[in-house]
């Protein structure tokens, strides 16, 4: 059975990172296209980043040059980096496996990011 588990989110104050973690079980996250995603309140969940399993990544407009989406073959993770944290990246963030507009597989649990002072 295939398991994406989300972990590494807080609260923490505007200009500050956090690392969030995606390990995964049942499958192996290097063949395949992985992306990481997020739900504000309120609103609709959308691909922040992902990264093909040749490594060439992509980042929405919003998170360009301050989130960083990789993968650690051998600890079946994916992460992202993100840095200069702003109040509107407050999201429950997911991390799936995209096929276009979709994904394939469900969702998981999510992990909470709070950017607030």
């Known amino acids: 059975q295939v398991q994406l588990v989300e972990s590494g989110g807080g609260l923490v104050q505007p200009g500050g990172s956090l690392r969030l973690s995606c390990a995964g079980s049942g499958i192996n996250v290097s063949s395949y296209a992985m992306g990481w995603y997020r739900q504000p309140p309120g609103n609709k969940r959308g691909l922040v980043a992902s990264?093909?399993?040749?490594?060439?990544?992509y980042y929405a407009d919003a998170v360009k040059g301050r989130f960083t989406i990789s993968r650690d073959n051998r600890q079946n993770t994916v992460y992202l980096q993100m840095d200069s944290l702003k109040p509107e990246d407050t999201a429950v963030y997911y991390c799936?496996?995209?096929?276009?507009?979709?994904?394939?597989?469900?969702w998981g649990q999510g992990t909470q990011v709070t950017v607030s002072s």
């Open positions: 799936a496996r995209p096929w276009g507009s979709l994904i394939i597989g469900s």
């Open positions: 990264i093909s399993n040749d490594g060439s990544t």
